[in-house]
Every structure is written in C-alpha cells, then in structure tokens.
C-alpha cells in the first residue's frame, strides 16, 4: 500500500519527549509511523512503544514499518488509550505523542472523500466506519448544518451555506466532494473565491463532526496526562487555532495551584500543580521545513510533564 505522509515537527516533538531507552511510549495517532518509528529507534530491548491509529490503512503500514521493532501497533481510537494500556497491563507510562489532524494520506487519497480538490464520494472518515459526510450534509438540519460550519470551521458565511446546502438537496442528494465544494463557492461573495478557495474551512468543520475530533480530543488529553509517571511528558501537535485552544487550556488548568479566591488570606483549596509546561509557547515549523512541507505552516506543539 502507498502511504506517504511527511512527519511534521519530527526532531522537535521527540526531543520534546526526552525519550528513554527503556520507557514506555504511546503514539496515538500512528499515521505513516514517521513519529513512532524514531521513538522506537531509541528504545533499548528494555523499552515499548505502543502505537494506536484508528484509520485501518495507518495501522497496516505502520505495522510494517515498525516490524522489527520494540512495538506493538493496535487499531484504537487515542481516546481509548487507557482502556488500551490496561489491557495490555500497563500502569503509567514514560511519554504520549498526539499529532492531531487529517494525515497526507487521507487527503491524498480521491477515495476518502476528504478533499475539495478531488472529485469523491462524500465520506471523510478516519476510521472507515460510522457516520460519514455525506450522512451530515443530506440528513442534518440547517440550523445544525450551520452551527457545525460556524462552530468547526470559524466560518462566517455558514448560514448561507447551510442553506444553499438543504436548497440543493432537495433535488438529489450531495454526493461527492466536488458537488459540495460548487455549493460553498456558490454561498460566498465573489470576492472571497478570488481571494482564497472558500471550502477549507466548511470541508474541516464537517470532517471535525464526522470524525467526532474535539469529543475525542478531550477524552484523550486526559487519558494520556492521568497515564504518565511523574516527569512522563505529553506532546501534542495541533493544527488549527480551535484544537490548540483546546490543549492550551487543558495544559494550563493542569499547570494551575491555588484556585481559593485573590482576597483569601491563605490557600484552603490545598491544590497542588499536576503538570509544568515544558514550552512556554507553542513550538513552531523552521525555515527548512516550511520549505519542504507547507502543511506544516498551521502546526503547533505544545509539551507538558507531569509533577
């Protein structure tokens, strides 16, 4: 199987983990194995590496790739992580990689149905299974439609498309990517198609509800914190402003000591910091690497260790 996918912030995320030879490691979004296998290249006999992808395509690949290796490489969603760890009896671990989003090669592969640059079937589905796309667009309300658009994809034309979407439904079913990205072109001002194509941010909001993405998130920041040992770290690359929100504020409520209120004379609350940031701020793409992988222009790692 053709699986190309260029790891993104690579030599950054796994000096951020601090590997360990003889740790435990989770990647929980496997991909093309271009992360997971430089974790297991530091692992002695000693160390594990335990890579999750949902999307059965990454999971055959990365098991190729990882073969020979200290690895075991498991179809599960990050989010089921502990249940994952538990079944294998693992307690706590060394360091939890997250690299979030859409993989090159979903959105290289027609077949998908995640791109508007290719004329597919509307699908969008990282695990191949459940509820797809062309499910959302033909079957959810307009004001659900919009909300979703609004909420998902920051997109303030998403009234007029989610209209324009049930308008056009109700002649024949939207089926392929191509046909919804007509209906979002058609919905904005013409100033905004000449400026930029109108339908990346629409085609990531329905690929976020889709993929159930910010549900699954959630779950599995805590999942991956509430597994590591003390100085375990968790690195997570984000690559839109809404899921880096999410991690910001997750790392920072973890990072927090004393909530008792300012006018208190001392704390009662008793709480104590969970975690300390290992980067003040997001680590961004190089010069070098922006050159080689413009996906990597909207990409943020954010690195926390636990107390």
């Known amino acids: 199987m053709e699986f190309s996918h260029v790891s993104v912030l690579l030599s950054e995320s796994i000096e951020g983990l601090a590997v360990r030879p003889d740790g435990i490691y989770v990647d929980g979004t496997a991909g093309g194995a271009g992360h997971s296998r430089k974790i297991a290249e530091k692992l002695t006999e000693g160390g594990q590496l335990i890579a999750l992808d949902r999307d059965p395509d990454a999971v055959e690949i990365a098991s190729e790739r990882l073969a020979g290796y200290n690895a075991r490489v498991i179809r599960s969603n990050y989010s089921d992580m502990r249940h994952v760890l538990d079944s294998l009896g693992i307690d706590k671990v060394d360091g939890v990689l997250l690299d979030l989003g ?108 889709v993929n159930g993405e910010f549900e699954h998130l959630s779950k599995g920041l805590d999942a991956a914190f509430y597994s590591l040992k003390p100085g375990g770290r968790l690195a997570v690359i984000t690559f839109h402003s809404l899921e880096d929100r999410i991690v910001k504020q997750r790392f920072a409520g973890w990072c927090k000591g004393c909530i008792c209120p300012p006018d208190f004379p001392q704390c009662v609350c008793g709480r104590t910091p969970e975690g300390k940031l290992v980067n003040r701020k997001p680590i961004e793409a190089g010069g070098d690497e922006l050159g080689q992988n413009n996906r990597s222009r909207s990409a943020k790692l954010r690195i926390i260790e636990r107390r």
Do not use: W
């Open 102 to 209: 859409v993989s090159s090669h979903q959105l290289d592969t027609p077949e998908r149905g995640f791109s508007y640059n290719y004329d597919a079937p509307l699908d969008m589905r990282m695990s191949q299974e459940g509820i797809s796309a062309y499910d959302i667009v033909n079957n959810y309300t307009q004001e659900q439609l919009a909300k979703i658009i609004f909420e998902y994809g920051e997109e303030k034309f998403s009234r007029k498309i989610a209209a324009e979407i049930v308008s056009r439904r109700q002649a024949k079913p939207v089926s392929t990517t191509l046909e919804l990205a007509d209906i979002i072109k058609s919905s904005v001002p013409a100033k905004v198609r000449r400026e930029k194509n109108p339908c990346k941010k629409t085609f990531q909001a329905i690929r976020i509800a």
